[in-house]
């Protein structure tokens, strides 16, 4: 299993950041290879992605989830990974994103791009052009702000539909 740890400072305020970050569904605006998200409920998501020019499709549960704190998930089916991303305030208008994750290469192409650090440059790049699209956009979407702890889920305070105002 290959681990590391990423982390990109954005120029806009904690809430902001995190918030954008719960909009799972947009992840293909800025991750590279990932194809589509689907939000199921709001622990589930359902992942299509292109690595190594291999179609993957994997769902995720998510662990544990503190609004601008932290969003922790492992994976259930298919491709096999795990992290959680951190979202820590720098200041009134600064935050800072530390994104670790743990993923299972397999076959031997992941293999040996795992070896060369591929996903690890990928996800730096990604967290760049997530940088980029927050910073350069006026975001005025809230986030989810329900909480998640192992099996137990807190609901958006602000809302009724649960997955539906991600």
Known sequence: MSR???????????RVAYDKWTQFEDFPRFMEGVERVVQLDDKHLRWTASIAGKRKDWEAEIVDQTPDTRIAW???????????????????DRT???LRMDA???????????ALGFLQR?????LK??????EDTES???????EIHGDDV???????SGAANR
């Not at 299972?104 to 795992?114: R, S, V």
């Not at 807190?154 to 009724?160: C, F, N, V």
């Open 154 to 160: 807190s609901p958006d305070p602000a809302s009724t």
């Open 104 to 114: 299972e290469p397999h076959g031997l192409i992941e293999t040996a791009g795992d």
């Open 74 to 92: 492992k994976s259930t089916q298919g491709a096999e990974n795990a992290g959680a991303v951190f979202f820590e305030a720098l200041g009134q």
């Open 129 to 134: 052009r997530f940088k980029e699209q927050i």
């Open 122 to 126: 990928q996800v730096e790049g990604d």
């Open 4 to 14: 590391f740890e990423k982390s990109v400072e954005v120029g806009v305020p904690v």
């Open 140 to 146: 005025d979407s809230e986030g989810w702000r329900g």
């Open 96 to 98: 800072i994103l530390t």
